[in-house]
């Protein structure tokens, strides 16, 4: 497929020789266009399936083919990955020089800067910014250039309800016109009016992985992913 961004295939993941497993046998293909609620409990095996498809860490079995560019990767953690004594503009333009090697326009840096309300913070250094200008710094990080894959591991932790729309109108957008994100956030209720494709994750495995609509159907009085998930659990006791 032309469009087959990425393929997963038992991948699993252990931290201990004789620890449980926090992923297990995770199969998945990743096509251009999708915008990805990744969900589950704390635990679950979420960031280290984000983890592992960033390339952060390998797995300790099962393979993963890429077929896009290093290059082209945005990758956003759940943790804090700031050059605290760098000014905004330069943590964003350090960004995109490590992932592609190359400078950033300065008009482009502007650019990605106010779309996430970041344009009066330019040249603040991060020390000086709170939780939530240092998480739109770090999505800044991701997403400048346009990447063809976004891997976004709460991005939205910190960030108030307008900034959390903003960046989910973004990046459906970019799904829209080719790319893909997947996505995991607390804001569950939010996400399900964007995302595309559902995967839930329980005790590091699958339990479901379809169309968000289809996935809905096991909440059907709700509007929020969260209350689907609960019910696949149920359904799985």
Request: glycine content about 8%; overall charge neutral; some cysteine.
């Amino acid at each position: 497929m032309d469009d087959l961004l990425l393929s997963a295939r038992e991948l699993s993941k252990k931290y201990g020789k004789n620890s449980s497993y926090a992923l297990e046998k995770f199969n998945g293909d990743f096509s251009a266009g999708e915008l990805v609620a990744v969900i589950g409990s704390n635990g679950a095996g979420k960031s280290t399936l984000f983890d592992i498809l960033g390339g952060l860490i390998k797995p300790t079995k099962g393979v993963l083919n890429t077929f896009v560019d290093n290059t082209q990767i945005g990758w956003c953690p759940q943790c804090e990955v700031i050059d605290w004594s760098l000014t905004v503009r330069q943590n964003i333009s350090l960004g995109f020089e490590l992932r592609t090697g190359s400078f950033r326009r300065s008009d482009q840096i502007e650019q990605v800067a106010s779309l996430l309300g970041l344009a009066g913070y330019l040249d603040r250094t991060a020390e000086t910014l709170s939780g939530g200008e240092l998480r739109r710094t770090q999505i800044a990080r991701a997403i400048i250039g346009n990447p063809k894959l976004m891997i976004l591991d709460e991005p939205t932790t910190g960030l108030d309800p307008s900034a959390i729309d903003t960046v989910f109108k973004y990046l459906k957008s970019q799904t829209m016109a080719g790319a893909t994100a997947l996505v995991s956030t607390h804001e569950t209720s939010k996400f399900a009016n964007y995302c595309t494709r559902v995967i839930a994750i329980d005790r590091g495995r699958v339990i479901k992985d379809i169309e968000a609509a289809k996935f809905m159907e096991y909440a059907p009085q709700s509007n929020d992913l969260w209350d689907a998930f609960k019910a696949c659990v149920e359904d799985r006791a």
